[in-house]
T-cell receptor, first 114, second 114 residues
Framework: DAKTTQPPSMDCAEGRAANLPCNHSTISGNEYVYWYRQIHSQGPQYIIHGLKNNETNEMASLIITEDRKSSTLILPHATLRDTAVYYCIVRVAGANNAGNMLTFGGGTRLMVKP | EAQVTQNPRYLITVTGKKLTVTCSQNMNHEYMSWYRQDPGLGLRQIYYSMNVEVTDKGDVPEGYKVSRKEKRNFPLILESPSPNQTSLYFC?????????????FGPGTRLTVL
């Protein structure tokens, strides 16, 4: 699976959009971009995933650049409860991805401030 | 409420004393998995199960056993715990082992082996 690079930490004002970048310059054509987050001392939580088109769900939007070398997770109106570590994961599509294993790197610690 | 539960949430034990961490899900998921999370090492998969009576090793299986006798339960067994197994453990489940199936994580079990 391709390596990802994320800033270690970011701040965001409550009510504003939080834009979390992820660099995955070695991504290959059959690799998807996934985002999970982990609120302190809780289990990770799935947010969104995409291949090349932008995606939106009730939690967030995912913007993937045309060359797919980077992406941005957008939380449109951050709240204090969005304070968490956000993980960008790139995973290959295929029948046997080690049984759906997730490999988390360091992630970005997002602090939403009042 | 759809959830993954783990017990115990916290455990302090001594080297060599066998222990079991239970995991149960109420979503009729086929796929279940165990991870450990350590500072600087991210989330690493220990074992996974694609269905009842089907288990396989993840990235770091040494020192652990699992069983999947029924769909909802996936206990993690440490026959002879050692201090290097001190960690935060997460159980996860998803509908199947396919790539795009969102994984639901339990609340975590913090284990200390003295």
């Amino acid at each position: 699976d391709a390596k990802t690079t994320q800033p270690p930490s970011m701040d965001c004002a409550e009510g504003r959009a939080a834009n979390l970048p992820c660099n995955h310059s070695t991504i290959s054509g059959n690799e998807y971009v996934y985002w999970y987050r982990q609120i302190h001392s809780q289990g990770p939580q799935y947010i969104i995933h995409g291949l090349k088109n932008n995606e939106t769900n009730e939690m967030a939007s995912l913007i993937i650049t045309e060359d797919r070398k980077s992406s941005t997770l957008i939380l449109p109106h951050a709240t204090l409860r969005d304070t968490a570590v956000y993980y960008c994961i790139v995973r290959v599509a295929g029948a046997n991805n080690a049984g759906n294993m997730l490999t988390f790197g360091g992630g970005t610690r997002l602090m939403v401030k009042p | 409420e759809a959830q993954v539960t783990q017990n115990p949430r916290y455990l302090i034990t001594v080297t060599g004393k066998k222990l079991t961490v239970t995991c149960s899900q109420n979503m009729n998921h086929e796929y279940m998995s165990w991870y450990r999370q350590d500072p600087g090492l991210g989330l690493r998969q220990i074992y996974y199960s694609m269905n009842v009576e089907v288990t396989d090793k993840g990235d770091v299986p040494e020192g652990y056993k699992v069983s999947r006798k029924e769909k909802r339960n996936f206990p993690l067994i440490l026959e002879s715990p050692s201090p290097n197994q001190t960690s935060l453990y997460f159980c996860a489940s998803s509908l199947s082992g396919g790539l795009h199936n969102e994984q639901f994580f339990g609340p975590g079990t913090r284990l200390t082996v003295l």
